[in-house]
């Protein structure tokens, strides 16, 4: 059953509200925000599998002009490590992910890649990520992970204060369309309507499909 736009629209402005919070982690829905938010393509990674975010998720728009930001997804350990995550197959399983962390490209793995074999599936997510020519750069473990990143990719000094007024933006820019049709689509799709397989503060389940 299709939820109704008046749910979508109440979930929309719950998520306005929890996003302001500090720590509170943010997922597929903020990236797509971000990226209509910036005027970016956003890029993210699944193990070694790319995805367009605002592509997938977003609603039907011109296409971005200005740059790219790269993120991954992945599930940061006990030890600070990362296992990779890996997109979703054909029986319907689910990247098991809880962090983000910044993608850069290495020109030095780029040409490597220009001449490697066909990806092969990685636990280490570090490994993974030069396979397609990115390094993986370290992002705040509290909760603001993918906050920071944002903050990284504006260029802007990556502290406590500069999180809170992303997060700012982010709410706004949700508030500000939670009563159109096209985003109520793209949260949906997103899988973070209530009874979702998202659970925050842990582990977070995203699904492609």
């Not at 956003?42 to 367009?52: A, P, Q, T």
């Not at 220009?114 to 473990?141: F, I």
């Amino acid at each position: 059953m299709e939820p109704k736009s008046g749910d979508v629209a109440r979930s929309i402005r719950r998520r306005a509200n929890h996003v302001l919070k500090m720590g509170e982690h943010v997922g597929f829905w903020e990236w797509v925000v971000w990226s209509f938010l910036k005027d970016v393509t956003v890029i993210m990674l699944f193990g070694s599998d790319v995805v367009d975010v605002r592509r997938v998720f977003g609603p039907v728009a011109a296409a971005p002009t200005h740059g790219v930001h790269r993120v991954a997804a992945v599930l940061l350990l006990a030890d600070g490590s990362y296992r990779s995550a890996v997109a979703p197959d054909n029986r319907g399983h689910v990247p098991n992910i809880n962090h983000f962390v910044v993608g850069a490209t290495s020109r030095k793995f780029v040409e490597d890649v220009a001449t490697a074999p066909p990806h092969k599936k990685m636990r280490c997510a570090v490994k993974a990520a030069m396979q397609v020519g990115w390094v993986l750069k370290h992002t705040q473990k509290m909760g603001d992970c993918g906050i920071d990143a944002m903050s990284y990719h504006a260029g802007l000094v990556r502290i406590p204060s500069t999180w809170q007024a992303i997060r700012r933006d982010l709410s706004k820019f949700m508030l500000d369309n939670m009563h159109k049709e096209e985003w109520h689509a793209s949260f949906v799709c997103c899988q973070d309507l209530p009874g979702s397989n998202r659970n925050r503060k842990s582990q977070l389940c995203f699904s492609l499909v």
